[in-house]
C-alpha cells in the first residue's frame, strides 16, 4: 500500500489530545464540601499524581478514529494485484500505423503480422499495450487486458483515411508508460514516412527503454493519384498526379451524387501530372466525385469528391499597380497549370472589396514604386503558422515557402485586423490575410521583381503563387469540402468526417477528402523513432529500478484510491458511537457525584 | 441477634421523611421493643431485686402470686432494671456532621439516633438530658423524669456548624455529671485518636458507661468520587485539590486505621465503641444502649 499524501501521518501525532485528556482529568469547577482533609491530606503527593487511563473503551474509540482520519486524509493507495503480481515483467507497447498510406498493397497484411510478432514476443509477465495511429491515436489494447485481447484488437484493426503523425502516438505511449519503473521496449509497426515528423517530437519513457522499428513499407509505391477536384466556371476538373516511373493511361470517371456521368481517358507522364476536365454540368447539381480507375498500389487516393453547388465563380482578382510586378506572378501560376481564371487590377476598388464580400478572393501585390521601407540587411522571411491551410503543401518541407529567400526592399504592411500568415526579420509583416465578408484579401508586402530580393527565384515561390490564389478562391466554395478528420456542423450537430466521401444532412451536405500529403511517400530514418524518446530523469535510481510513482498510479485510476472513503466513513461513524458513550459516562459520573 | 422487624425495614433515608423526631423515635424504639418481645434470645431484664407492696397504678403483671399464694397480700417485684438511671447524649454538632451522600446526612441520621436513644431510654423511665457541642459551644439538658419533650426540640432546631475539638466541650460536660449515667457520645470523631481518647476519658469518672457511637458517612469511608475535584473542609473551609481515583486505596486504608485505633483506644477506657454509618438501620444501636444498660446494676 502506498500513499498519495504521507504528510497526513503527522496527524497521527493528535493521538496525544485523547492520553491527556484520560489522564488529565477535567476538575470540577465547584469544590466538593467534605468533612475534613484530616485523612486527604496524609495521601502521599506520589498518589494524587499518578494517573491511570480510565474508560479504556472511550479512549480507544478515540485514539482509533484519530488513527482512521489520518490515513483517510493520507489516501491511501493499493497496488493492484496484477501489477503488484507481474513486477517482474516489462511494458510493451506496440504503435500501429493505419493511416492510409498502411493500404498500400501487401502493406497491411505485413503491418498486422508484425504485429502479432511483437505481441508474442512479450514474456509471460510483461504487460502489452496496443495503440493504433494515423493522424490520432487510440488505445486498442490496454496493460492490464489479457494477451487474447491485444491479439484480438490487432485482427480486428483495418487501415483508415487518415494521415501519418507519429507525434500523437508517441504522447500516448509515453503516458502508458509514465508509472512503469523497468525498462519498457516500444514497436513501431509503420512505413515509415518523413511526413508523419512535424517537428522533432520527443517524448520520456523509462530509463533503458528499447526502440524497435518495424518497417513494413513497400519497397516502391506506384501511386497514382487525383488532387485538386473543383468547378472551373461551370465544368469539372481535377488533376491527376502520376508517382510512378512509367507513364500512366488512366480513366477518370465523374460522378453526379453517385451517378456514373462522363469519363475521359487520360495519359500522364511517368513523375508527372495531367489536367482533366469535363463537359460542363449544371449549376448546383450537389456532390461530385472524380475517380479513377487504374492499377496502382494505393487505392485511397484514387478518388476526390467536390461540390458543385454554383455558389459563385472560382475566379481571382490580383491587384498590381504595375504590369512588371504581375509577370513573375502570372509566370508562377502558368507554371503550376492552374485551373482558376484569375484577373488583374491596377487599384483595389470598391467593387474589388464588393467581390470579396461575396465570397471572392483578391491578392494584392506590392507596388515597385511605393516601397517605403529598405532592409539594412537581406532579410528573410518567416511563416508565422505552418498548419495555416495556404501553407498545407509545404508540410513535407516543413511548412515553409519562404526558405532560402532574402528580401531587400518591402512596404509597411498594416497589422491591425489582419491575420499575419509571414513576418520579417524585423517583425514586419510580410504576407497577411483580412477577412471581408465571406472572402479573403491576402496583401504581400515583397515587390515580386528581381530589385526587392531573390523570392521569385527561389524554389517555394512558384507554389506559394498557386497556393495563394487557391487559398484566396476557396472563400467563394462555401466550405463544402474538407478534409477526413474534420469536425463540421451540418446543422444537425457537430458531425466528423471519418472517411472519403460525402456527408449529407435533411438541408446540407459535405465533401471530405483524404490528406494528399498522405501521398508523400519518402521514408524518415529509423534513427527518428530512436531519437524521439528519452530516458525519463529518475533521481538516484538505477536503470531498472522499481520503484515507482504512486501518484500517477493512483491518479491514472481513481478507484485504487476508494479506501479512503471508507476510512473516513468508519472514522466518523467511531466518532458518532465515542460522543454517545462519553456522554452516558459523563452523566453517570455526575450522578455519582 | 434479631432486630425489631419494624426497625429493620427503616431505612434511615425513609426516617428523615417522617420529619418528626418524636415520630421517627417512637415508630423505631416500639418496633424494637416489639420485636425483641418476640424474641426468645433476649427480653428486658428480669433479674428480681426486692419487693414492694402493691400501689394502685403498679402494673399487676409484676405482682408475685407466689407471694400472694403465702401472705394474701399483694407485692410487686421490682427488678434491676426498673432502677431508672441518668442517661445522656452528647452529639456532635459540628460542620462535618452535615456531610452526607446518600440522601440522610450524619447530623440527621446522629440526629435520629439521639431521639430514639432518648425515647427509649426515656420508655425505660431513665432520666434523659442532652448535650449538643459545636466549636467550644455546649447546649446542655440536664438529665431529668420529664425532660425528652425538650430534648427532642433541642435536637430539631439543632443545626451543625463550626468546629469540633472533643476535649473542651467533653471536660466542660464531664463537670456536670453528678451521677453515675449512661452516656451515648454520637459523632464522627474526626481527631487524632490520641486527642479524641483524652478526650472521652473525660467521660470515665463516677464510673459512667458510655458508648461511642462513631457516624461516619459510606461516601468518606470509602472516598467515592473519581476525576480532578477540589476538597472543600467543612469545618475549617479550607480546599485541597485531589484527584480522587488515585487515593481512594489510600484514603480507605487511613480511615480503617482510624476507626480501629478509635476502637482500640475507646475499648481501653472501657467505653464500649459502636461503628454506625448513614446506610444501617438504628435498631442496631439500640442494642447497644441496651447492653449498656444491662451493665448498669442498681440495686436500691
Known sequence: MSLLAPLFMLGLLAIVVPILVHLVHRERKEPLPFPSLMFLRRVPIRSTRRQRIRHWLLFLMRVIALILLAFAFARPWMKSPKRVAATAGKDVVVLVDRSYSMSARGVWAKAQRAALDAIASAGVNDRVTVIGFGERAELLARAEDTRKQAVMSVERLRPGSEVTRYAPALRLASSVLTHASTPAEIFWITDRQRSGWRNAEQMEVPPGTVTRVVDVRAPTLNNVRVAEARMVEDRPSARIINGTMTARDVTAELRINGRLQQARNVSVAANGAAAVTFDPIPNGVGSCEIKLTTNDDLAADNVAYFAATGDGALVVRVVTPDQQAAFFFQRALAAGDSALRVSYDSRLSEADREFVRNGGGVIVLASRSRVVERATAPASVQVTDVRHPLFAAFSAEGGDPFAGAHVLRYSRLSDDSVNVLARMDDGAPALTERRLGAGRILSLAMPLDRSAGDLVLQPGFVPLVQQMVQYASSGSRSQREFMVGSFVDLGEGITQLTHPGVFRSKSNFVVANVDPAEADYTAADVSAFEQAIIPRSVPGAAAGATASDPVADATADPAKQSIWWYLLASAFALLAAETLLGKRISSRMARTA | ?300
Open chain 2, 1 to 300: 441477634m434479631k432486630t425489631a422487624p419494624g426497625a429493620r425495614f427503616l431505612d434511615p433515608v425513609v426516617l428523615t421523611r417522617i420529619g418528626n423526631l418524636e415520630l421517627i423515635a417512637r415508630s423505631v424504639v416500639e418496633g424494637f421493643i416489639s420485636g425483641l418481645h418476640h424474641s426468645p434470645a433476649f427480653g428486658l431484664s428480669s433479674d428480681f431485686a426486692e419487693h414492694r407492696a402493691y400501689m394502685p397504678g403498679d402494673d399487676i403483671r409484676h405482682i408475685d402470686w407466689r407471694v400472694y399464694g403465702r401472705t394474701d397480700r399483694h407485692y410487686i417485684r421490682q427488678f434491676e432494671a426498673d432502677t431508672n438511671t441518668d442517661f445522656t447524649v452528647i452529639l456532635d454538632a459540628s460542620a462535618s456532621m452535615s456531610f452526607g451522600s446518600r440522601g440522610v446526612t450524619k447530623f440527621d441520621y446522629a440526629r435520629m439516633l439521639a431521639a430514639c436513644l432518648a425515647y427509649f431510654a426515656n420508655r425505660q423511665r431513665d432520666r434523659v438530658g442532652l448535650a449538643l457541642f459545636s466549636n467550644d459551644d455546649v447546649v446542655r439538658i440536664p438529665p431529668g423524669a420529664r425532660r425528652l419533650d425538650l430534648a427532642l426540640h433541642e435536637l430539631d432546631r439543632a443545626k451543625p456548624a463550626g468546629g469540633a475539638a472533643l476535649l473542651p466541650p467533653l471536660r466542660k460536660l464531664s463537670q456536670h455529671l453528678r451521677r453515675r449515667s449512661i452516656i451515648a457520645l454520637i459523632s464522627d470523631l474526626y481527631e487524632a485518636p490520641e486527642e479524641a481518647s483524652r478526650a472521652i476519658a473525660q467521660l470515665r469518672q463516677r464510673g459512667n458507661d458510655v458508648v461511642v457511637f462513631h457516624v461516619l458517612d459510606p461516601g468518606e469511608i470509602e472516598f467515592a468520587y473519581d476525576g480532578a475535584l477540589t476538597i472543600e473542609d467543612l469545618e475549617t473551609g479550607e480546599t485541597l485539590p485531589v484527584v480522587g481515583d488515585t487515593l481512594k486505596e489510600e484514603y480507605a486504608q487511613l480511615m480503617a486505621e482510624h476507626a480501629a485505633q478509635m476502637r482500640r483506644r475507646t475499648l481501653a477506657h472501657g467505653f464500649d465503641y459502636v461503628s454506625l454509618d448513614t446506610s444501617k438501620p438504628l435498631d442496631h444501636a439500640l442494642f447497644k444502649y441496651l447492653a449498656a444498660r444491662e451493665r448498669m446494676r442498681t440495686v436500691r
